[in-house]
């Protein structure tokens, strides 16, 4: 619903001390452009009952009108507000306000509730301040109608993320770099400046003279649109002066649950209208952190996941919670919950997965299963939580059903056809069956199972004579010579690895580095240094799937550089990464498929998550020296 004129208001005399009391605070004008509300989903949908708020806290005064108290409650765990009024009588009346504008525009009216006869107070439903699936960043205050109409101030007008807020002194800043090329305009220079330790920015403009401007805008959507965040800190070059800049901004909102916030800086000059900005930029506080805010700006924050892709999303989950726990960072631990509580429930085909969602993450494809169990038993490492190592049991359990040594001695399928053996779910069991065992005290089953999976894997033909993993198997259970991908390189060599760990036996970790040294050797995976799939070469494009490949293979690939300490393998993903941040980085901070950095290249979260495995592989291997 629109926001509305008020009663009170009529007449030029009338508007006028209208308009004088809506500058002090004390009456809510209509918004120029006001428009009705489409609900928002964050943590929760709009219209969540307060009852159900995980705190409540006043972060604004509270405003009096002919006595009645209207206050604006807010819940930052749940991103959500509501508004009640008090001490008042049947019919008063109190709502919220929600503006993504900066208080230019707002939906108003939001959960109006009037007080019922023989009360003397009555409270709104829950809305939410931000909307991160949708990239906007709200305000949101709460307003009273008893005899006379007034709000609160609004509430988040800053920005915080740690202990830098917008508005903070650039002299304050940890550093001063420029990630983009200045802009020019009739003889000025605009540029962006950023604090990349602390994510803050900050706009400059220089060579010009008394009434030039200099602002920051701010974009949530990489640069797509920025309405909260449109000319932040304007500020003019003062009289007898040549340059001025604006105050620092936050390009990070843990409270709004919105992350990868790009930046410009813009300029006029006085005696012009027009302006020029420079290009969006992002800050990277470190390369694997600079590539988790920007795969978390694609996530999926009501749903708990990467839209579209089901397997895909169980791998970027992956990379997430190793990032956390390689940097000992927590900024995202309620996002790995999230996708934990919103995906273990039952989904029709079409929802999640093209396939029906059974439960527990299963489904008819073995491998989807297997990813997601891979996940929860990172999320246990990170975390301790014992519901993510008991989903995982779970998801392994339902995998151990589909080894059959009735066909090809053993194995187990990739499908409940029982169509197809292949690496990638060998590779998935052989290390899951491993990975229990390590977190089981006294286990003896899921041991017995991983040397039984090993054993078979090494004579199961699927690794060829020149130590590269081949697909999968024939129906005469042969090599059937198929591609050579990087993941189920990578799959093995963890999984070997993992397992010398356990058992001490040298053969396993023998095989592991024989995978990896022809991984390294081998043109069909590695060019120039660089890890390449076949489907990176030339004209080529690696679809949907093939794009997270690489990303797994340096998990694993960094467990066995760990485990060995040796040298030629640290330096084999140090130069992963040294790549990626050179050649395949854009100044958002956008990863791209090929890591050579050759074209095309495309880019989307699925290429991020995949990159960010290598950079996170690189910083651990690093802070572990």
Same mark, same amino acid.
């Given at each position: 619903?629109?926001?509305?004129?008020?009663?009170?208001?009529?007449?030029?005399?009338?508007?006028?001390?209208?308009?004088?009391?809506?500058?002090?605070?004390?009456?809510?004008?209509?918004?120029?452009?006001?428009?009705?509300?489409?609900?928002?989903?964050?943590?929760?949908?709009?219209?969540?009952?307060?009852?159900?708020?995980?705190?409540?806290?006043?972060?604004?005064?509270?405003?009096?009108?002919?006595?009645?108290?209207?206050?604006?409650?807010?819940?930052?765990?749940?991103? /959500? #507000?509501?508004?009640?009024?008090?001490? &008042?009588?049947? !019919? =008063?009346?109190? $709502?919220? %306000? @929600? *503006?993504? +504008?900066?208080?230019?525009?707002?939906?108003?009216?939001?959960?109006?509730?009037?007080?019922?006869?023989?009360?003397?107070?009555?409270?709104?439903?829950?809305?939410?301040?931000?909307?991160?699936?949708?990239?906007?960043?709200?305000?949101?205050?709460?307003?009273?109608?008893?005899?006379?109409?007034?709000?609160?101030?609004?509430?988040?007008?800053?920005?915080?993320?740690?202990?830098?807020?917008?508005?903070?002194?650039?002299?304050?800043?940890?550093?001063?770099?420029?990630?983009?090329?200045?802009?020019?305009?009739?003889?000025?220079?605009?540029?962006?400046?950023?604090?990349?330790?602390?994510? /803050? #920015?900050?706009?400059?403009?220089?060579? &010009?003279?008394? !009434? =030039?401007?200099? $602002?920051? %805008? @701010? *974009?949530? +959507?990489?640069?797509?649109?920025?309405?909260?965040?449109?000319?932040?800190?304007?500020?003019?070059?003062?009289?007898?002066?040549?340059?001025?800049?604006?105050?620092?901004?936050?390009?990070?909102?843990?409270?709004?649950?919105?992350?990868?916030?790009?930046?410009?800086?813009?300029?006029?000059?006085?005696?012009?209208?027009?302006?020029?900005?420079?290009?969006?930029?992002?800050?990277?506080?470190?390369?694997?952190?600079?590539?988790?805010?920007?795969?978390?700006?694609?996530?999926?924050?009501?749903?708990?996941?990467?839209?579209?892709?089901?397997?895909?999303?169980?791998?970027?989950?992956?990379?997430?919670?190793?990032?956390?726990?390689?940097? &000992?960072?927590?900024?995202?631990?309620?996002?790995?919950? @999230?996708?934990?509580?919103?995906?273990?429930?039952?989904?029709?085909?079409?929802?999640?997965?093209?396939?029906?969602?059974?439960?527990?993450?299963?489904?008819?494809?073995?491998?989807?299963?297997?990813?997601?169990?891979?996940?929860?038993?990172?999320?246990?490492?990170?975390?301790?939580?014992?519901?993510?190592?008991?989903?995982?049991?779970?998801?392994?359990?339902?995998?151990?059903?589909?080894?059959?040594?009735?066909?090809?001695?053993?194995?187990?399928?990739?499908?409940?056809?029982?169509?197809?053996?292949?690496?990638?779910?060998?590779?998935?069991?052989?290390?899951?069956?491993?990975?229990?065992?390590?977190?089981?005290?006294?286990?003896?089953?899921?041991?017995?199972?991983?040397?039984?999976?090993?054993?078979?894997?090494?004579?199961?033909?699927?690794?060829?004579?020149?130590?590269?993993?081949?697909?999968?198997?024939?129906?005469?259970?042969?090599?059937?010579?198929?591609?050579?991908?990087?993941?189920?390189?990578?799959?093995?060599?963890?999984?070997?690895?993992?397992?010398?760990?356990?058992?001490?036996?040298?053969?396993?970790?023998?095989?592991?580095?024989?995978?990896?040294?022809?991984?390294?050797?081998?043109?069909?995976?590695?060019?120039?240094?660089?890890?390449?799939?076949?489907?990176?070469?030339?004209?080529?494009?690696?679809?949907?799937?093939?794009?997270?490949?690489?990303?797994?293979?340096?998990?694993?690939?960094?467990?066995?550089?760990?485990?060995?300490?040796?040298?030629?393998?640290?330096?084999?993903?140090?130069?992963?990464?040294?790549?990626?941040?050179?050649?395949?980085?854009?100044?958002?901070?956008?990863?791209?498929?090929?890591?050579?950095?050759?074209?095309?290249?495309?880019?989307?979260?699925?290429?991020?998550?995949?990159?960010?495995?290598?950079?996170?592989?690189?910083?651990?291997?690093?802070?572990?020296?």
């Amino acid at each position: 619903m629109s926001a509305r004129p008020h009663p009170v208001l009529g007449g030029p005399l009338t508007l006028f001390l209208a308009l004088l009391l809506a500058l002090t605070g004390l009456v809510a004008l209509p918004a120029p452009a006001a428009h009705a509300a489409t609900p928002v989903c964050a943590l929760a949908c709009d219209t969540l009952d307060p009852s159900k708020a995980r705190q409540d806290t006043f972060p604004v005064p509270n405003r009096t009108i002919n006595g009645r108290i209207v206050r604006l409650h807010v819940s930052d765990p749940d991103s /959500m #507000a509501w508004a009640s009024i008090d001490n &008042g009588v049947t !019919g =008063d009346a109190t $709502w919220l %306000d @929600r *503006s993504w +504008d900066r208080g230019a525009t707002w939906e108003g009216l939001l959960g109006k509730a009037s007080i019922p006869g023989t009360w003397t107070g009555t409270r709104t439903l829950m809305y939410n301040i931000t909307d991160p699936v949708g990239h906007r960043r709200g305000w949101i205050r709460a307003c009273g109608d008893a005899g006379g109409v007034t709000c609160t101030d609004w509430a988040y007008p800053k920005v915080c993320d740690g202990s830098f807020c917008d508005g903070a002194d650039p002299a304050t800043a940890s550093g001063d770099d420029t990630p983009v090329p200045p802009a020019t305009l009739f003889g000025r220079t605009i540029s962006l400046h950023v604090d990349q330790r602390n994510g /803050m #920015a900050w706009g400059v403009v220089g060579g &010009g003279g008394s !009434g =030039d401007e200099i $602002w920051l %805008d @701010r *974009s949530w +959507d990489s640069g797509a649109s920025w309405p909260e965040g449109a000319s932040l800190g304007r500020t003019s070059v003062p009289s007898g002066a040549a340059s001025t800049r604006t105050a620092m901004f936050a390009t990070r909102d843990p409270r709004g649950l919105l992350y990868g916030g790009a930046v410009r800086a813009c300029g006029r000059e006085a005696s012009h209208q027009e302006g020029s900005c420079t290009t969006w930029a992002r800050p990277a506080p470190t390369r694997a952190r600079a590539g988790a805010d920007a795969l978390m700006a694609s996530y999926q924050t009501n749903e708990g996941w990467w839209r579209s892709s089901w397997w895909n999303s169980a791998v970027a989950t992956t990379s997430i919670i190793d990032f956390a726990e390689h940097t &000992g960072r927590h900024d995202y631990d309620w996002a790995i919950a @999230r996708a934990f509580e919103q995906n273990r429930g039952i989904f029709p085909a079409g929802v999640r997965s093209s396939d029906p969602v059974e439960g527990h993450f299963i489904s008819r494809a073995i491998d989807d299963a297997a990813w997601w169990a891979i996940a929860w038993l990172a999320a246990y490492d990170h975390t301790g939580e014992r519901r993510y190592l008991d989903e995982a049991v779970t998801i392994a359990d339902y995998v151990h059903q589909y080894w059959d040594p009735g066909t090809c001695g053993g194995g187990v399928w990739w499908d409940r056809e029982r169509s197809y053996k292949n690496a990638v779910t060998n590779g998935q069991y052989l290390w899951l069956t491993t990975s229990l065992h390590q977190r089981i005290s006294g286990d003896t089953v899921w041991g017995s199972r991983a040397t039984t999976a090993a054993n078979w894997y090494l004579g199961s033909g699927l690794i060829n004579s020149s130590g590269l993993v081949n697909d999968g198997l024939n129906g005469s259970c042969g090599n059937n010579g198929q591609t050579v991908w990087s993941y189920n390189q990578g799959l093995a060599i963890g999984a070997f690895t993992q397992l010398w760990r356990s058992t001490g036996t040298s053969r396993y970790l023998d095989t592991a580095k024989r995978l990896a040294d022809a991984a390294m050797a081998s043109p069909a995976l590695t060019r120039d240094g660089v890890l390449t799939e076949s489907c990176d070469v030339g004209t080529g494009s690696c679809d949907d799937n093939q794009k997270q490949f690489k990303g797994i293979f340096m998990r694993h690939f960094a467990d066995l550089a760990d485990a060995t300490g040796s040298a030629a393998y640290r330096a084999y993903v140090t130069k992963q990464a040294d790549s990626i941040w050179t050649t395949d980085r854009d100044p958002l901070n956008r990863l791209g498929q090929r890591w050579s950095g050759t074209s095309p290249n495309p880019s989307d979260w699925r290429t991020q998550a995949s990159a960010l495995g290598a950079l996170t592989a690189a910083e651990g291997l690093s802070a572990r020296r």
